[in-house]
C-alpha cells in the first residue's frame, strides 16, 4: 500500500512563496504520474498541477506561471512551488499518484493547509 505524506503548508501574505512536499512511501519512478489538487471551503477539488514520470508537466490556468511542480525520484519525493500566491490559493491541497495512464487517482495524501493573507 502507498502511502504519500504532504508537508510545508502555512500562513503567508499575498505575494509570498511556499514549497510543499510530497513523500512517498514507494518508488514514485513506478507511477506514470503524480500530481497537486487543492480544494477550497465550499469548492469542488480542482486539479492544480502534474508531472508524469517522464518529467511531463501541466498545470491549471489559474496557477501558471506562479507554481512549479517537480519530482526528485531518488528522494521518492514531489513538490510544489508556489510563488507569488494569492489569497484565493487559499486551500487544503493532496497530494495523489495515478498508476497507469488513463486510470483513476488511487492514492491520496491527508492533505496539508495553505492560507493566504491579504
Known amino acids: 500500500q502507498v502511502q504519500l505524506v504532504e508537508s510545508g503548508g502555512g500562513l503567508v501574505q499575498a505575494g509570498g512563496s511556499l514549497r510543499l512536499s510530497c513523500a512517498a512511501s514507494?518508488?514514485?519512478?513506478?507511477?506514470?504520474?503524480m500530481a497537486w489538487y487543492r480544494q477550497a471551503p465550499g469548492k469542488q477539488r480542482e486539479s492544480v498541477a502534474t508531472?508524469?514520470?517522464?518529467?511531463?508537466?501541466n498545470y491549471a490556468d489559474s496557477v501558471k506561471g506562479r507554481f512549479t511542480i517537480s519530482r526528485d525520484n531518488a528522494k521518492n519525493t514531489v513538490y510544489l512551488r508556489m510563488d507569488s500566491l494569492k489569497p484565493e490559493d487559499t486551500a487544503v491541497y493532496y497530494c495523489?499518484?495515478?498508476?497507469?495512464?488513463?486510470?483513476?487517482?488511487?492514492?491520496w495524501g491527508q492533505g496539508t493547509q495553505v492560507t493566504v493573507s491579504s
Open positions: 495523489s499518484a495515478q498508476l497507469r495512464l488513463g486510470g483513476a487517482w488511487e492514492y
Open positions: 514507494g518508488s514514485i519512478f513506478s507511477f506514470n504520474a
Open positions: 508531472i508524469t514520470n517522464r518529467g511531463r508537466t
